[in-house]
Structures are given as structure tokens and as C-alpha cells.
């Protein structure tokens, strides 16, 4: 069965950097566009990045550009977030979601029904 985990979350000062993973399982990742999305409390939950299923193209929202890097590393299945310069307003649960190729190309990577698998989150908090 297709299965992402995340994990690398934690608490942090602001200024400070987490790495989080998206490690897939029961399929592999070489296909699919990968995204990362947040959800903070009393919020909706919101695209922060997405890296086709090749790698070569990513985007960022606004509010994390230049501040945040997605990769993968499809010889270990997994997929990076590298997140720096962490803001109070970055609290949030982190998902990963696996999708189609295409959603990628069709430019529809913030469309969250396009994802057809969700990791179960991992909390990130950025506090002094």
C-alpha cells in the first residue's frame, strides 16, 4: 500500500533550521509529483512547495522563498524539505502528498485533491 511518513519536526528558535523527510513506502517516488503543505491552527491548510517527479523543477509560495529548499533523493525515496530562517508564522503540521506527474506540468501543484497520498503530518514548532 502507498505510504509517505514525515518526520524531522520539532521545536526550534526563531532564526533556527529544521530538515524535514518524506519517506515513501509500498511504491516509489521516481513518478509522482511531490508536495509539501501546512496547516496551522484555525487555518487552512496551504501549499509551501512542490518538485516534479524528476527533480529538475520546484516552486515555493511567497512566503518561504528563499528561505525554504525542497529536494529528493529518488535512490533513497524520500523527499527533502530544508527549512531556514524558521518565523514564528511557520508553526504549523507539515503533510507531504504524492501525486501524478502531471500535476507538475499542468501547473495544478497547490490543488490539493490532485494528491492522491497524504503522510500523517509532523508538527513544527518556531518559538522562543
Known amino acids: 500500500q502507498f505510504q509517505l511518513v514525515e518526520s524531522g519536526g520539532g521545536l526550534v528558535q526563531p532564526g533556527g533550521s529544521l530538515r524535514l523527510s518524506c519517506a515513501a513506502s509500498?511504491?516509489?517516488?521516481?513518478?509522482?509529483?511531490i508536495g509539501w503543505f501546512r496547516q496551522a491552527p484555525g487555518k487552512e491548510r496551504e501549499g509551501v512547495s512542490c518538485i516534479s517527479s524528476s527533480g529538475g523543477s520546484t516552486n515555493y509560495a511567497d512566503s518561504v522563498k528563499g528561505r525554504f529548499t525542497i529536494s529528493r533523493d529518488n535512490a533513497k525515496n524520500t523527499v527533502y524539505l530544508q527549512m531556514n530562517s524558521l518565523k514564528p508564522e511557520d508553526t504549523a503540521v507539515y503533510y507531504c502528498?504524492?501525486?501524478?506527474?502531471?500535476?507538475?506540468?499542468?501547473?495544478?501543484?497547490?490543488?490539493?485533491?490532485?494528491?492522491?497520498?497524504w503522510g500523517q503530518g509532523t508538527q513544527v514548532t518556531v518559538s522562543s
Open positions: 509500498g511504491f516509489t517516488l521516481d513518478y509522482y509529483a
Open positions: 502528498a504524492a501525486g501524478p506527474a502531471a500535476i507538475y506540468y499542468s501547473g495544478r501543484y497547490w490543488t490539493q485533491n490532485r494528491y492522491h497520498s
